[in-house]
């Protein structure tokens, strides 16, 4: 059991949580991820520790409510509650080597996977220029980002009233790829990395790609077991079958197979708004969270 030290909403949809476990922080190492399952009968979700602390024994990490289990952490779980388990650390960590300027992408959450693995090539002596592609309620990390990496820029856009998620997507993947243009014409970075959605991944690697710049990405495939043993987080990269769980989560965006990774991410998407719909029935139910 996995004690809950703090937890607070940082932006919208946005929990940032703060977790006794000390086998955890004592192993981790920037890239790699943890796997909660934070109540009984209750689905396996991977996270990924923004900071940590080795001598005191914490880990934290910032959940945006997303589906069924990450809305039902965000709204049920209180300080001083428990996680039931959280297995850990899984996947490899990132390169820590010189790669000269850096271009580090997150797309809405997706930064918040980008801070531990900016941070650490920062400290390694690159020079590391973040980009945070948002819209403005959920932007994170602004000042932790100012205070690790040479330079972090935030491209974002307000939500205006009645833009659903396609118009919200669709701003992203507009803006991102202009300023991601924008950023390789002015900057001309050795190598760009980016966390996010993987149809945005794609977008931006199809701009990244005409410049010829190496780019890596950190995917997020479905994950189960995230020890290489159940085969859900299976993707083609180049002509092999990985598991993104054990020999990821990073990869050569130039190798990666969008067209199955992006079709398999919404594999379960009836199921998973079902479950949603049930679960916010029951909270109706209810009288609403407690
Ligand atoms: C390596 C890795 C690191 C991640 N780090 C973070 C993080 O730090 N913070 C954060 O908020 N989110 C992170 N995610 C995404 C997070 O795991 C999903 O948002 C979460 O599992 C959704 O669960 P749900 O029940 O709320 O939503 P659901 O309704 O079940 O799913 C909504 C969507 O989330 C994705 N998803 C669902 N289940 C999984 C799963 N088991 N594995 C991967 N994706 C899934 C799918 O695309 C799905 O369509 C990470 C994912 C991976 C693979
Ligand atoms: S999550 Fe099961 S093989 Fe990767």
Same mark, same amino acid.
């Given at each position: 059991?996995?004690?809950?030290?703090? =937890?607070?909403?940082?932006?919208? $949809?946005?929990?940032?949580?703060?977790?006794? +476990? #000390?086998?955890?922080?004592? =192993?981790?190492?920037?890239?790699?991820?943890?796997?909660?399952?934070a109540?009984?009968?209750?689905?396996?979700?991977?996270?990924? #520790?923004?900071?940590w602390? =080795?001598?005191?024994?914490?880990?934290?990490?910032?959940?945006?409510?997303?589906?069924?289990?990450t809305?039902?952490?965000?709204?049920?779980? $209180?300080? &001083?509650?428990?996680l039931?388990?959280? +297995?850990?650390?899984?996947?490899?960590?990132? #390169?820590?080597?010189?790669?000269?300027?850096i271009?580090?992408?997150?797309?809405?959450?997706?930064?918040?996977e980008?801070?531990?693995?900016?941070?650490?090539?920062?400290?390694?002596?690159?020079?590391?220029? !973040?980009?945070?592609i948002?819209?403005?309620?959920?932007?994170?990390?602004?000042?932790e980002?100012? *205070? +690790?990496? !040479?330079?972090?820029?935030?491209?974002?856009?307000?939500?205006?009233?009645?833009?659903?998620?396609?118009?919200i997507?669709?701003?992203?993947?507009?803006?991102?790829?202009? =300023?991601?243009?924008?950023?390789i014409?002015?900057e $001309?970075?050795?190598?760009?990395?980016?966390?996010g959605?993987?149809a945005?991944?794609?977008?931006?690697?199809?701009?990244?790609?005409?410049?010829?710049?190496?780019?890596?990405?950190?995917?997020?495939?479905?994950?189960?077991?995230?020890?290489?043993?159940?085969?859900?987080?299976?993707?083609?990269? &180049?002509?092999?079958?990985?598991?993104?769980?054990?020999?990821?989560? !990073?990869?050569?965006?130039?190798?990666? *197979?969008?067209?199955?990774l992006?079709?398999? !991410?919404?594999?379960?998407?009836?199921l998973?708004? $079902?479950?949603?719909?049930?679960?916010?029935?029951?909270?109706q139910?209810?009288?609403? +969270?407690?």
């Amino acid at each position: 059991m996995y004690k809950i030290l703090e =937890k607070k909403e940082i932006a919208l $949809k946005e929990v940032w949580y703060k977790i006794h +476990a #000390p086998h955890i922080a004592k =192993k981790l190492k920037p890239g790699q991820f943890v796997i909660v399952r934070a109540f009984e009968n209750g689905e396996r979700i991977p996270l990924t #520790p923004i900071t940590w602390n =080795k001598e005191e024994g914490w880990i934290t990490f910032v959940v945006f409510s997303r589906g069924k289990t990450t809305l039902r952490m965000n709204l049920e779980l $209180k300080e &001083g509650d428990y996680l039931l388990n959280i +297995a850990g650390p899984l996947g490899n960590p990132a #390169p820590m080597k010189k790669f000269g300027k850096i271009l580090a992408i997150g797309m809405i959450t997706g930064i918040v996977e980008v801070y531990p693995i900016a941070k650490a090539w920062q400290e390694h002596g690159n020079e590391v220029i !973040s980009l945070h592609i948002t819209p403005e309620p959920m932007i994170l990390l602004k000042d932790e980002f100012e *205070n +690790a990496v !040479s330079n972090h820029i935030i491209e974002s856009f307000p939500l205006k009233e009645g833009m659903g998620m396609p118009e919200i997507f669709m701003e992203l993947l507009s803006r991102g790829t202009k =300023k991601v243009r924008e950023l390789i014409e002015k900057e $001309k970075p050795d190598l760009v990395f980016m966390v996010g959605p993987p149809a945005g991944q794609r977008a931006i690697f199809e701009v990244v790609k005409e410049y010829g710049i190496p780019m890596e990405v950190d995917l997020h495939p479905i994950m189960v077991d995230g020890t290489g043993m159940c085969g859900a987080c299976r993707v083609h990269v &180049g002509e092999e079958v990985k598991f993104a769980c054990v020999d990821g989560p !990073s990869f050569n965006a130039y190798e990666v *197979n969008w067209d199955e990774l992006i079709k398999r !991410s919404g594999f379960y998407s009836d199921l998973e708004r $079902k479950a949603m719909e049930m679960y916010l029935q029951v909270i109706q139910a209810n009288g609403g +969270a407690q």
